[in-house]
């Protein structure tokens, strides 16, 4: 529901016509799309951000903790010469991304973004 009030607020009452009548998985792919298609004129940081969503996807797969270091070094491995906190705050925004702890970092995303982003290009 998180998903569908942000975009109606960041559009207009219009953008609910617009929305797939059956929910489940129709309405969160539409939904991803529309997230994705955004991270992608972004520039850098959303080029960057898809990158990390992918990350960070494939490390929670392998039942891997993602910690702030772990972006960090992700980040520096990748020669990105920005600091992690603007992608990551495009990405928890776009309620991309989970953060249960705020210290260290313990990032995830939900499964069925997942789903989405197996059929997703990198860039």
Known sequence: MQLILSDVARHSWDYIEKIPEIFGKELLDFLYKARWQELGQLGKDGTVARQLLKF????????????????????????????????LKLLTERFLLVNNDYHKGNYAVFPSLIDFLKDQPFV
């Open 56 to 87: 960070i996807t494939t490390e929670q797969y392998k039942g891997r903790k993602i910690t702030l270091d772990k972006i960090n070094k992700w980040l520096e491995e990748n020669n990105w010469d920005l600091v992690p906190s603007r992608p």
